[in-house]
């Protein structure tokens, strides 16, 4: 079974409590980069039934909440390529689920291995 439904519906829940509140743009922001952010990309390190295309909803969702955050126009994908885009090139850093499907798939093998190693630590 996939778990992107259960994501997807995890990231609404989530979106409510973040714009509850009133927050500060920054803070606002950060609790997106370290809880809804980390709340949505494990997915396709658990998920064996999907695919990447299950994930681009959730790609979108996030997309959707940093929109709203950052009270701009620019385009989902525009939102995606800022978020996921390294600190150095002038991007936010965050590991998206459909945007990193691939990395996170070769991860999953590197791990099964004894000595596997961890791939995201060359993207920190």
């Not at 259960?6 to 809880?35: D, G, S």
Request: aromatic share 6%.
């Amino acid at each position: 079974m996939s778990l992107a439904p259960k994501i997807l519906t995890r990231l609404e829940e989530l979106k409510e409590a973040l714009f509850c509140v009133n927050l500060p743009t920054h803070q606002r922001l950060l609790i997106f980069k370290q809880c809804i952010v980390t709340a949505a990309n494990y997915g396709p390190l658990l998920d064996v039934s999907s695919d990447k295309d299950a994930y681009r909803e959730v790609d979108l969702k996030l997309a959707s909440i940093l929109k709203e955050i950052l009270h701009t126009q620019m385009s989902a994908e525009k939102l995606i390529d800022l978020a996921t885009t390294s600190k150095e090139n002038g991007g936010m850093q965050m590991i998206f689920p459909a945007k990193f499907y691939d990395l996170m798939k070769l991860q999953v093998v590197e791990l099964k291995k004894p000595n596997g190693k961890n791939i995201f630590s060359a993207l920190r």
